[in-house]
């Protein structure tokens, strides 16, 4: 094609439609397909990677008979699995909670071999509700405080040096590893954040009298859902920023110019002609928002998670205040737990590959959907 | 641009009702309804600076009151005399390491000789526990079988056959026995079937890491020696493996008898240092008194207070008075550093007259080890033993001065407990002699774990992006780059996961391979390494890197390639001296960043990289990757729900965070550096 130019002159004998084979082109042939092999060699070891847990972790979540789901791996919480043999050589395998009903209704059956295995029965019902608890109020406080931080920086604010060095340090934080971050909301959330109390703890840094005898106590929220989830939301507060930012930007001036033209005010032109455009693009980035936050477990490893909880959420309490500063168990920090903190055997497999398939699946899904949608909008979207 | 806009609201309209425009209603101070919009949204971009600079404020907060804390740590620590003492144990663990390697050679070189036989013994006994654990099932009843039986003949004995009423149940016992020993001979047979299935398999011939196979002739023989002892009915060595334990015992007593010289020196080392170790002990104890005498003063004040505070709340008379009492028993007082420090000062004649002789005596007896070993092993321990005398002689050169000059009154500088911080060799944390807290240990595992992980991403990541951007059909870009891009979603502890359950097995199983053997640090002992580590997070950054790598190569300008190729250059010269040259700086900033990415990364490396808290031991070269490590972001994250909240420990792993966290910052900071100092292109 390209590489004509460095043919040499043609000869009336030969076909001059025959294609030349220079070493230049031989090389460029190999080099081609070395790095061909590199991009294919990746997405082998994905392929790889994938493959192996679908293998192993299918075969727990699907039955070949009705309902074709193991549906009790999705509505049982984690429990000990026990595994014994009784005396005639028959083996049992069941949940902490059958076998107590197995001992009252055998009373005389003796057993030998028992052994225990914590995490690795029932199923993954609690971890899931916390996942999502965590990742609904991250993503309600993300949005909001990002979205409009956006707006802001966006359409009205001025420009200069000040509005410079903050979108700078907002990038630098997004590079922040998460970790810190956890760090950052154990600090904040678990022990200085206020609340309103009748009686503020020793801890408490500042109290503040309110009416009614409350106080409203600087003394932390302590381990619980809401502090994870203002964690996480900060951690991927300037990612969210950045990213409504930038579809912001996309939307041509035009658009607010010829609004403003008209008569509009500053926010009817605002959240008439720029928002409903700039949607797509932030929708896209509150997606990949949910994949980010659902993946990781460092941040709520201390101001959330829990590794065993035997009621859920709404069971454990009666009030909203309650119902929110409650620890809970997540879907990565129960990975984690059966992956490194619990004594390896046959019995607990099922329970690890069966939960990464499905956590895998889940957030697979959504990053899928969010990588859909943003080669869907850039097709679509021309101005 | 927003200022310049007509907005029309803040601007007094004398002629309102003549207008187009018209103004709305809702004021309120001064201040119209699209004021109040523009405030709520200035009023959340601020809350969000805000919270981000809190970030930075409770990170460095919490962090930087980890040195003062830290200073008065080390001020306890020389105060109580744990410092002086820590002079001579260092030189007892210098002369330790020393003494254990030179005894290793020792011991490889007598098991030189019944090398073989002991091959051999050691594969049997691997084979004998591996089918014990292959049959451990049928193995089970036939025990319980057994122990039934022998229940069964304790209840006959203990009945009396003279007895009437004791008839029938004898009678039922017979039964019982009669019946069990037919099990027993149907477990026998069925137990002899399975092992010599068992014997069979693959499972059962696996030795263990380095263990060496014994020589093939033997084979026959010891799985006839195995299958002999397997079986339920024997109690006894088969013939062979007697044969070799007394071959074994007798080469060794010959060897001893060899090497008596070697043996004699071991002693003479070990002798040597006795009276040094037993005045160690001596005055560690009254050092560790002594700390224990501080921690007591240095709470007193807290406790007093809890007291009177607890007698403040209780309602009970007496108990307020018992509380009372016990807040006046609470001593509040200077500890008295002098007295402390005394035994000490008493002790350093006493040292110096030690050291001397062992000092010489060791220079002699080190000339006395061999030089000449065979095995490769005592070769290598031998050479080992020379680094460690040498550190040895340093040390007690060294801690001569230290011991000679040392004074408990010395202050502690500032630059001191910053630096033993930032260059500290230890991170030992809940021991009861004192918590050290050094950065080396756990930064040079993040910093090994992220440079192979870079090594590993960065040709595959940047070949895929050239690849793709430059070479690839439109077709195959469609499909590859979505397919990268979803990588980059696969949660860490997912990876982590794979990397801990599956991953490190294969990689250790790879790693024993024969061809394989040139690779430095193969075969791998252990499956959580620092290869496994890198490997898994490289993984992770490649989509990071093949992203802004792609990015830069879009960003170059299409006039640049068609010139290039206008030029006669082949597609390929236009790639790798218009194209990449181009944008190497994007390339570069798309490395740092994924260097950002990897160093933070918390739960891959908490699960996969080991968990040791040492430095990594340099001595192998490359081979350094097959050994287990730390990082910052696992110690973290494993530490700190463990500790109290404002503790000296708890601080450390803040400070350790704000490390983390200026490095993220660095990182980020040079790539756009980078970016924007070659973008004038």
Redesign the interface.
Known sequence: M??Q??DPPLQKSENPFQKKITP??R??AV??T???M??Y???I??AF?FL??IRKGAPVVFQTEFPFVNTKFFTDSPETLMTFET?D?TFYKMDFSDYSQWKRDNPEGRI??EHSHAYSGGGIFGPLVGTALLTIICIIVAL???L??A???N?????GRFMDM?R??????A??????????G???FC??APVITGEPQE?SILNIPLFGGNFLAFQGWGTSMIAGGFTLA?MI??VI?AACEESLKAIP?GF??AS?AL?A???QSISKSVLPYAFPGMLTASILGI?RV?????PI??TAALAHKDKLPWQDTDSIGGFFSQSVQAM?YH??TV??RIP?SEYTKPM?FGS?FV??VL??C???LS?FMR?NYRKRVKW | MSQTAPTGDNKPNPEAGSVVFKRKGFQFMGLGTQDFIRFFFGGNASLAIIILILICVFLAKEAFMFFPQHHAGLKDYRQSGQEFVDYIGDEIGAHTNLYSSANIAYFAEVNRTSREEDDILRAHRAVLANLENLTSKTWGRFEREVDALEDVGDDLEDLDPAKEEDQPKIAALQEEKERLEKEIVKFRVELKEEVSAAINTNEAWELGVGSDAPPPESLPKLREAVLFEASPEVDEEHPYIAELKAVSKAKKAAAVEEFADFKATLKAMQDVVRPLKSLHSEIRSIASENKAVLVKLSTAADRKEAWIKGAAATKDPDEKARMLAEAEKVVIEAPDYDAMAEPFYEVIPEHAALIAPIDTEMAVLFQQLPDKVETRSAHENLKRAKVYYDRFVKTVAENRENIKGWSHEKPVSAVESVSSFLFGRDWITNSSWHDVYGLLPIFTGSLLISIIALVVAVPFAVSAAIYVNQLAPLREQNFVKPAIEFIEAIPSVVLGFFGILVFGETLRVVSQVEWLQWVPGFPMAERLTILNAGLLLAFMAIPTIFTLTEDALNNIPQALTENSLAMGASKLQTVFRVVVPTAVSGIIAAVLLGFGRIIGETMVVLLVAGNKIKIPDFTEGIGVIAQPTHTMTGIIAQELAEVDAGSLHWRALFMVGMVLFAISLIVNFSAQRVLKRFQKI
């Open positions: 390209h590489d130019a460095t230049q082109k090389q460029d080099v081609s070395v790095l061909r590199a991009t060699f990746i997405l070891c994905a990677i192996d847990i005396e050589g030998v071999e909001f405080v990002g409009t931080t707006v802001y920086l359409e009205y604010s001025s420009k903050v700078l340090a907002i990038m630098n934080l590079g922040v590893p998460s970790i810190v971050f956890g760090l950052f154990l600090g904040l022990f200085v801890r900060v507060l300037p920023i001036m607010r110019e403003l008569g005010t500053k926010w994949t659902a993946g990781e477990t460092a490893m201390f990565p990975i984690y992956a490194a390896q690890q990464v956590f895998m957030v697979m959504f990053a899928a990588i080669i």
